[in-house]
């Protein structure tokens, strides 16, 4: 395979710190001041999920050193509901006898719980919904204690599919929004807010208005590269619409689920941080590998996805295969990952200059852990297949 060359150009950098200018200029409700961190159990366990399961999950997330490193929220998706009651209350089925003493096992531990429905009569898995019972609805989450709710568009399709026109339509799924987010809010309870209706209608222009503190962006995520590939570099141009309490999500980690190898998982990991992706981990936790639990607990990976600033990062550069995405970080400095699209290694030349540096910089190489000190000249190196090369870059 010829090696390629990577070079940044001034125009490209220009371009993202006009993006930057667009960044706080939506309302917070003071949830998720950072993008949400925790377990999802949809990627692994589908259908399968159990009141064992999501124990185990909490346990293996504190006994891994997952939350310690920032991981809390243990998210419970779809296949736990049961029938309402005789006054409509929403019950879990048999796989989750007491959702209340779930809840609280998953406090216990010092971290938080979440929840799924959709606005629809019934979920993408054919489970109950919430039509016509929001307001009970929430009350009950809240009542067991949850603190976040995924609110799944799915079944709502069915009213949205009589309505005369696109624009109805989307009416039609903005007030669903926005009246569970009433509902959530009345409460008192704080609970955040996950949209989950694949980034149609550009989601991320309005999520903020119907309280969305974060908006799935695409279509499900899958345990393979394409499917990571496809989402992840589909991101570019969203940055200015993320931001505090109000975050794109490219949808949950598949890190650890077996489908790709580690240069793939690295990568997937690098570009979520560098997209302020919420990092919802997707992998059974309980019987993962040490490299899974490195790669989702690496400490600089998840400064870079939680920093201070909250600005999602951009593509800066593209040459074929090759691309640079960087992200300004709080301190000054930025995050760069340069990343190999294609199936084999190939060279890239990182010029720190056409990056926005004005001298030599100090670079820190992201997952071999070690300093690189001071480099004054174009930077070359090899990148593996499908893999990164991700650094934090300061002056
Ligand atoms: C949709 C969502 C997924 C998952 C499933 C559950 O496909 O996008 O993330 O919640 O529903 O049925």
Redesign the pocket.
């Known amino acids: 395979m010829r090696l390629s060359t990577l070079r940044v150009t001034c125009l490209s950098v220009a371009a993202l710190s006009m993006f930057g200018s667009f960044i706080g200029n939506a309302q917070t409700d003071g949830l998720a001041s950072r993008p949400p961190m925790g377990w999802n159990s949809?990627n692994h366990f589908h259908r399968n999920v159990d009141d064992a399961a999501v124990r185990a999950q909490a346990d293996a997330m504190v006994s891994s050193g997952m939350r310690d490193a920032g991981y809390v929220y243990v998210n419970i998706?779809?296949t736990w509901q049961g029938e309402r009651d005789a006054q409509g209350n929403i019950q879990a089925n048999s796989r989750f006898p007491d959702m209340k003493a779930l809840a609280d096992y998953v406090h216990s531990k010092g971290l938080k719980i979440g929840i799924?429905s959709s606005p629809g009569a019934l979920?993408?898995?054919k489970f109950a919904g919430s039509l016509g019972h929001e307001v009970q609805d929430a009350r009950t989450y809240a009542a067991w204690g949850m603190d976040y709710l995924?609110y799944?568009l799915?079944g709502l399709r069915e009213q949205m599919k009589v309505a005369a026109t696109p624009e109805e339509a989307h009416k039609i799924m903005f007030d669903a929004y926005i009246k569970m987010r009433d509902a959530l809010k009345a409460t008192g309870r704080p609970i955040v807010y996950s949209l989950?209706q694949?980034g149609n209608d550009a989601v991320w222009r309005w999520g903020t208005e119907v309280g969305g503190n974060l908006w799935?962006t695409t279509g499900?995520i899958s345990d393979k590269y394409s499917s990571m590939e496809a989402i992840g570099f589909s991101q570019a141009g969203l940055a200015k619409f993320a931001g505090p309490g109000h975050w794109n999500d490219p949808?949950m980690l598949e890190v650890g689920n077996g489908g790709m190898n580690a240069d793939e998982y690295r990568t997937h990991m690098s570009l979520w941080a560098i997209l302020a992706a919420p990092l919802l981990a997707g992998n059974d936790l309980s019987t993962m590998t040490a490299e899974t639990k490195a790669m989702l607990t690496n400490r600089d990976v998840i400064a870079v996805d939680q920093d201070a600033a909250g600005k999602q990062g951009d593509r800066a550069w593209v040459e074929g295969p090759l691309e640079i995405w960087v992200r300004q970080l709080a301190d000054g400095s930025k995050a760069v990952g340069v990343f190999n699209r294609h199936p084999s290694a190939l060279t890239a030349t990182v010029d720190f200059k056409a990056l926005g540096f004005t001298r030599a910089v100090k670079a820190r190489d992201i997952w071999q852990g070690k300093d690189m000190g001071t480099i004054s000249a174009p930077y070359t190196a090899r990148i593996p297949g499908h893999g990164v090369l991700f650094l934090k870059v300061s002056q």
């Open positions: 949809w998706d779809d799924y979920t993408c898995a995924k799944d799915c989950c694949y799935r499900d949808d």
